[in-house]
Every structure is written in structure tokens, then in C-alpha cells.
């Protein structure tokens, strides 16, 4: 590696067109909107997802705007013979990928006295060993390749700051950002540059169905937390436009809003107000939860102030 290139890596996919991108949790929320505008840019896709049904109305979608899908099908990329054999087929008809974006991916809040074991496995078997299946499967045949790429692993702001009762998904965003930062140098010298995607607030689907342990999502305050949540989230599209920038710019951490690049910043910056922050945010949590236990189950014991 030349002197200049321990400074600067050229975006190895300064454009789209043309190029052969997979997208997993394709069929809806970011996944989607990527798809759609990556087709609109030119990309030949090779698109998944767990469910068969919103994957082939996509595919039909990007088709009838003029797009190319290469290739589909459906799958869950938790189970790693499946990504295995999908992997081989793809490389059989399709070729190796320019592009590699891990989408996929499903949420559960809660905290560890309401949290099971399912849960915390879930998070870590779909958001971080999901992509790290899809990493060895495709990435591999990009480094023999020798021309390059990119590799897209969408974490979160929970994979940046501490948000509350966030502790079974930050493993898996966590982790993923871990892997992420890891590969941005094991594979610079194979010009293969590395995004990693920290979305905050963003109105997708997974919003209306993440798992709240412990929390009545029915009760009315609840229910006005997740509207109030809807108001500030960025748009699919929004994020969808941000991926696809920072993929042709190179850039290793791509927010797709403000408030959660200023949230990392201030982090980094002033640990103390930072840690204030997150205990007033956490204490508010524990407030609703005190309001709206689930119905099946009796309220949060009553934390005394020597028991925090």
C-alpha cells in the first residue's frame, strides 16, 4: 500500500449504474426504498427477504419502472445454509456483487427483568449474524475479484449511543458495528470500502411491530410516545437517499438524520451530560412502564432511590 493510499481511498463505486447490488429486507421499510432507488439509478439487483409475497411485488415494482432485478428469492438470512446456497445460485447465474447491503433486520425493546433468552437470540441471530452470513458468503468473491466494491451493514443509533432498554438490540447493532469498523481496514487494500448505516427514527413498519417487552403498546401515553416518534422520523426514502450517498462517497458512518449525528458527537465529546441524558431518558421509560405494564403481567416493582 503506496504512502497515499494509507490517506485516501478513492469511493470505489462512485455510481450505481450498471452495477450488481444486493439488498437484503428488500420487500419493505429501508430495504425497499433502497431498492427502488438504487433500480432508479441504474443498479441490477439481486434483492431477499423472509417474506415471499411483498419481495415479488417489489420485483414487479422495479420492473414496471424500467429497473432490473437480476435475481430474487425469498429467505431468512439467520439460517446460514440457506444464505449458502442462495450465495452459490447467485454466483452461478448473476456473477460476484459490486455492492452488498445488509437491510434485513428486527427490533425488541425491553429491560433485562422482562427480556427472555428469545429475545436476546433473536437480535443477534437476524441483525448480527444475518449479515456476518451474507459477509461470507458474497464478500469474499469481491477480494479475488480485484476491482473493488462496496459493503453497506445497516446498525443503528442504538449500535452508537446507549438508548434505553435497548441492551438486547445494541448487542446485536453493537456488534455490528464492531465488525463493520473491523472490515473498513481488513478490506481498504482490496479497494472495498465499508458503510455503516445509524439510522434513528425512521417510519417504517418495524416501528408498529418492534416488541416492547413489559409495555401495554395499547395504553394512550404509550400510544402518544410512538406518535410523537412518527413526527420526527425521517422517511424510508430519506434514509434510502443517504445509503446511496454515502455508498458513492465513501463514507463509513452514514446517518440518515441530524439528531442522531449530533447524539454521537455530544457522546464522544461530553461523557458526563451524555451519561445525565440517557438517565433522564431512561428514567422517563421506566415511568411509562410503571403506567402501562402489559396487561398479562403486574406493574414494575417500585425502584426506591438506593435501589438505583
Not at 431498492?35 to 439481486?46: D, I, K, R, T
Not at 429497473?67 to 431468512?76: C, F, K, W
Not at 442462495?86 to 429491560?111: H, L, P, Q, R, Y
Request: glycine share 8%; net charge neutral; hydrophobic share 45%.
Amino acid at each position: 500500500m503506496s504512502l497515499k493510499d494509507l490517506f485516501y481511498l478513492a469511493p470505489p463505486v462512485r455510481s450505481l449504474r450498471d452495477r450488481k447490488v444486493l439488498i437484503t429486507g428488500a420487500a419493505s421499510g429501508i430495504g425497499r426504498a433502497t431498492a427502488l432507488a438504487s433500480a432508479a439509478q441504474g443498479a441490477q439487483l439481486v434483492v431477499t427477504d423472509l417474506h415471499p409475497e411483498p419481495l415479488d411485488e417489489l420485483v414487479a415494482e422495479v420492473g414496471a419502472a424500467g429497473g432490473t432485478v437480476l435475481y430474487h428469492q425469498a429467505g431468512d438470512v439467520s439460517d446460514y445454509d440457506w444464505v449458502a446456497r442462495f450465495a452459490k445460485t447467485v454466483d452461478a447465474e448473476v456473477g460476484v456483487m459490486d455492492v452488498v447491503m445488509n437491510i434485513a433486520g428486527i427490533s425488541a425493546w425491553g429491560t433485562v427483568e422482562n427480556l427472555e433468552h428469545k429475545h436476546w437470540k433473536a437480535m443477534v441471530d437476524v441483525n448480527l449474524m444475518g449479515p456476518i452470513h451474507i459477509i461470507e458468503c458474497f464478500v469474499p468473491q469481491m477480494v479475488v475479484r480485484g476491482k473493488g466494491g462496496q459493503l453497506v451493514n445497516v446498525s443503528s443509533a442504538a449500535g452508537l449511543i446507549a438508548l434505553p432498554w435497548h441492551a438486547a438490540y445494541s448487542a446485536s447493532k453493537f456488534g455490528l458495528r464492531g465488525v463493520s469498523e473491523v472490515l473498513r481496514f481488513d478490506l481498504r487494500r482490496h479497494r472495498i470500502g465499508v458503510s455503516l448505516v445509524c439510522p434513528g427514527a425512521v417510519a417504517t413498519p418495524l416501528v408498529n411491530t418492534v416488541d416492547i417487552v413489559g409495555i401495554d403498546r395499547d395504553n394512550e401515553e404509550v400510544a402518544a410516545a410512538i406518535g410523537g416518534f412518527h413526527k420526527m422520523a425521517a422517511s424510508p426514502e430519506k434514509a434510502a437517499e443517504a445509503i446511496i450517498k454515502g455508498i458513492t462517497k465513501n463514507r463509513f458512518i452514514v446517518y440518515t438524520s441530524f439528531d442522531i449525528r449530533f447524539g454521537y458527537w455530544w457522546s464522544r465529546k461530553f461523557a458526563f451530560p451524555y451519561e445525565v441524558a440517557m438517565r433522564i431518558a431512561n428514567d422517563e421509560f421506566t415511568r411509562l412502564a410503571r403506567k402501562a405494564p402489559p396487561k398479562s403481567q403486574p406493574a414494575l416493582r417500585q425502584v426506591k432511590a438506593s435501589d438505583a
